[in-house]
């Protein structure tokens, strides 16, 4: 098994910048891509960003050029830097780790931008 646990979401102004943490924990190992997800009130949940062990990046295009993700594999720790916010990025995000066996999915973090 593995625990996703997110951290730092928040509110935060329309242009303004907001920093997401994932630490992984238990059957590590087994991840091979890192992703994180988004559900707005009423919406599906929307991949936002993956990355793998070894580097590869892809993002959704809503958030290619503001979005950076990042993993730090020693930590066991996936982080989304969010750049230039803006209001339709208010969600819940989600961590989400992908095995051969199995998905394992965090809590969520809410993140709502507004002024």
């Known amino acids: 098994q593995v625990q996703l646990v997110e951290s730092g979401g928040g509110l935060v102004q329309p242009g303004g910048s907001l920093s997401l943490s994932c630490a992984a924990s238990?059957?590590?190992?087994?991840?091979?891509?890192m992703s994180w997800y988004r559900q707005a009130p009423g919406n599906q949940r929307d991949l936002v960003a993956s990355?793998?062990?070894?580097?590869?990046?892809n993002y959704a295009d809503s958030v290619r050029g503001r979005f950076t993700i990042s993993i730090d594999n020693a930590k066991n720790t996936v982080y989304l830097i969010m750049n230039s916010l803006e209001p339709e990025d208010t969600a819940v995000y989600y961590c989400?780790?992908?095995?051969?066996?199995?998905?394992?999915w965090g809590q969520g973090t809410q993140v709502t931008v507004s002024s």
């Open positions: 989400k780790g992908i095995s051969l066996a199995s998905d394992y």
């Open positions: 238990g059957r590590t190992r087994s991840i091979n891509v």
């Open positions: 990355i793998s062990r070894s580097g590869y990046t």
